[in-house]
């Protein structure tokens, strides 16, 4: 049957993104030290040199073919798997109609079309949410009507037959909303927040349980909308979005359910759902949060609380479990949240925040909020990823949390005169292999091992079922009872220190020196290593010997090896792996194709980057040809250059090395003095003397300190 032709009706005019926000100006902080007489390195300027912004990772960009989609307002976008992409419902807001259309994007074929759909069709709706659920399925719940009003309705659009479900409900029904949030985890839909018409913001939470259809009760959480929310760790976080003040909030908030008898079912402790994540990413928000860390600069000055939401004007209890939330006021990688378009989205233990070209020039940025320490750090710089000539309206990931795709059009006229905007249609989607910044996926990032023990014979063991056994084996001579049956040896780890023989005539000999001896198993370097089980099955010389010289440094070759025996490069109390270690195994990971070891050191070196490691992890990742994490190292230095040049890991850099990390500059940068930068209004004493002071009010002191310490560091924070 022929696919039918899109109505003339979704051909609509130039989206414009309601209460889009204002502009706001930004400046750098330069770093600063204890003397006017030291120097300092300029921050790049924002052109960056020819030679970087040509090299690296660069998302795709897919322009559609044939008849494309007008840009509706709030429609539900979805990816569904097997490269297709859905969307339903949304507002015309230049016809005032409003749509239950289901639209499909075939990413290989670059086409949309309208899905011709059967069974229980549900009304025109709006502000709605759709859930991917058991993988071939949309759960829509919610939305606004042609008629202003909000529902509470659960439909079922199965994928495979392309047909509408409406199931009977049981239990309390929440009330109608719009602009909601919604996310599946263990067989419920948890729905959160939203809008009722009338400046009216609901602050509570519920959940429909999938098995029996049932609704729980209702209970009083925090009044958001245009929020995204997501479970991991067994709670349930709520990002961004308005407040019932109508102010884009900077708050991050979570409320456990682990243990909670009104959720029922104990959440498990440590797992990720694979599959949701909040479909509402209309609106930018304009702050997060972390914990305070010291002197990393990573963190905000913060404020937490928790089981505090104040007086309510809702008819519900609160939630059972703990609330918590947490505010960010300043950091230095905190995204500006006062402009551009933001979506939100979670993956790895980390809500994403990618902000995008707004319809005035802002600063943009991709980002990431760490969980499990809520430490922000700045994974892109906007213009290495987003075409500023560009506006993008949706946000949509796979279940993995591997992938992204932005969804939107040129911001330009079209060239052929007619006056007509690309912006009226969804005719563009920026693919961004989120794995190339460093992100794991929900798969590897998911870690057992807090919930069960690592195995019979090794419980207190950090490993993991048969790792934590074969790490008992690993480099244990044969004689021992080990077992190991073949030598792998390496370049020692100092050169400088090994003093090559001699002959007789006093002249050096060409014998290379090796380390000491690595003892492993055979059987297992073939199962886990794809290049040593070629190497074995085509009988080469190590096949005959038993031994082969891997000429990497010691300390990573015996890092990597262990990887294979426990399949984790987390530190080990006695195996490592260093920093250094894992910065030599990534180029390892590069010369023997191995990418999920090669995802695993990007993640580690990007989100452990300090100043003693700096140099050496930008070194290697330019070996491994990973230019992203390179250029993330280079920043580092340079934002850190008086502080990397001292460290041991800077010294062991070669000339040429060193050379080229003094070219990452950017081509106008200079250095300059203390005294230039007191000048300029750049250095600002009496701030650092009285951080701490000001750090007091906002209520991060912690127990034991005195406003009167006189040593404090100055992370170039600003204190709201």
Not at 277 to 304: D, E, K, M, V, W
Not at 406 to 423: C, Q
Not at 507 to 518: D, L
Not at 556 to 562: G, K, P, Q, Y
Request: with cysteine.
């Amino acid at each position: 049957m022929a696919q039918p032709q899109l109505p003339v009706s979704l051909f609509a005019g130039n989206q414009v993104a309601p209460n889009t926000p204002q502009v706001a100006l930004t400046s750098t902080t330069l770093s600063t030290g204890n003397s006017a007489n030291n120097t300092f390195v300029m921050s790049a300027s924002p052109t960056r040199n020819r030679r970087s912004t040509t090299e690296g990772y660069k998302p795709k960009l897919i322009t559609t073919v044939g008849a494309k989609p007008a840009c509706l307002v709030n429609a539900s976008v979805t990816y569904v798997g097997k490269d297709e992409i859905y969307a339903f419902g949304g507002f015309d807001q230049f016809t005032d109609e409003v749509y239950n259309h289901v639209l499909r994007l075939n990413l290989v074929t670059r086409q949309w079309n309208l899905v011709d759909n059967y069974g229980d069709i549900p009304g025109v709706r709006m502000g709605h949410t759709a859930c991917l659920w058991q993988g071939d399925k949309l759960l829509v719940f919610g939305g606004e009507n042609e008629h202003r009003q909000h529902l509470a309705d659960v439909i079922v659009f199965d994928l495979k037959t392309a047909h509408w479900n409406q199931p009977e409900l049981h239990g309390p029904t929440p009330r109608g909303r719009a602009r909601h949030s919604a996310v599946i985890y263990d067989e419920k839909l948890y729905i959160s927040g939203g809008q009722t018409g009338h400046d009216s913001v609901l602050d509570d939470i519920c959940f429909l349980d999938l098995k029996t259809w049932t609704w729980s009760r209702t209970w009083r959480f925090v009044p958001r909308y245009d929020h995204a929310s997501w479970i991991w760790n067994g709670r349930i976080w709520i990002f961004g979005g308005i407040n019932d003040e109508m102010e884009k909030n900077n708050e991050i908030w979570w409320l456990d359910l682990r243990g909670s008898p009104g959720f029922e079912t104990a959440m498990n402790y440590g797992t990720v759902d694979r599959t949701l994540l909040s479909s509402r990413h209309r609106f930018a928000n304009l702050g997060s949060t972390s914990l305070a860390t010291g002197s990393t600069g990573y963190t905000a000055n913060s404020s937490i609380q928790s089981s505090s939401l104040g007086p309510s004007r809702s008819p519900y209890s609160t939630a059972p479990g703990s609330i918590s939330s947490l505010k960010f006021h300043s950091s230095p990688n905190l995204p500006s949240q006062a402009a551009g378009m933001h979506f939100h989205v979670f993956s790895s233990g980390c809500m994403l925040d990618f902000v995008t070209p707004a319809e005035l020039s802002c600063e943009t940025s991709l980002s990431s909020l760490e969980l499990d320490v809520l430490r922000w750090q700045k994974l892109a710089d906007g213009k290495d990823m987003y075409n500023s000539n560009y506006r993008w309206h949706y946000c949509t990931t796979n279940a993995e949390g591997t992938h992204a795709w932005l969804l939107g059009s040129p911001a330009e006229p079209a060239a052929d005169g007619n006056g007509v905007s690309p912006g009226e249609y969804l005719s563009d989607v920026l693919a961004i292999d989120l794995r190339k910044y460093g992100i794991l996926g929900n798969e590897l990032a998911t870690d057992p091992r807090s919930k069960l023990p690592s195995s019979d014979a090794n419980v207190t063991s950090h490993l993991t079922g048969i790792g934590a056994d074969l790490s008992l084996t690993f480099d244990k001579p044969p004689e021992s009872g080990s077992g190991a049956d073949f030598i792998v040896t390496a370049d020692p780890d100092d050169l400088e220190d090994i003093i090559s023989p001699t002959d007789e005539s006093g002249s050096s000999t060409a014998v290379a020196p090796v380390s000491q001896p690595i003892h492993v198993h055979r059987l297992i370097l073939h199962a886990r290593w794809p290049h040593f089980a070629r190497l074995w099955s085509a009988q080469m010389a190590e096949f005959h010997s038993k031994k082969m010289h891997i000429p990497e440094p010691y300390s990573a070759v015996r890092a990597f090896l262990f990887y294979l025996y426990t399949d984790s490069i987390a530190p080990h109390p006695t195996n490592g792996p260093t920093l250094n270690d894992v910065a030599g195994m990534l180029v390892m990971s590069n010369i023997y194709d191995m990418p999920r070891l090669r995802l695993l050191c990007v993640n580690r070196l990007s989100r452990e980057l300090d100043i003693e490691h700096a140099a050496i992890i930008w070194e290697r990742a330019g070996t491994a040809n990973e230019e992203w994490l390179k250029r993330r190292a280079a920043a580092f230095c340079l934002n850190n250059w008086g502080k990397i040049v001292r460290t041991a890991g800077f010294r062991a850099l070669g000339p040429l090395a060193i050379m080229d990390l003094c070219a990452e500059a950017d081509v106008d940068s200079r250095v300059v003095g203390g005294e230039e930068l007191e000048l300029l209004g750049q250095l600002n004493r009496p701030f650092a003397t009285n951080r701490k002071r000001s750090l007091g009010s906002a209520g991060v002191l912690t127990a034991g300190e005195e406003e009167g310490d006189d040593e404090v560091e100055d992370d170039g924070m600003d204190v709201n």
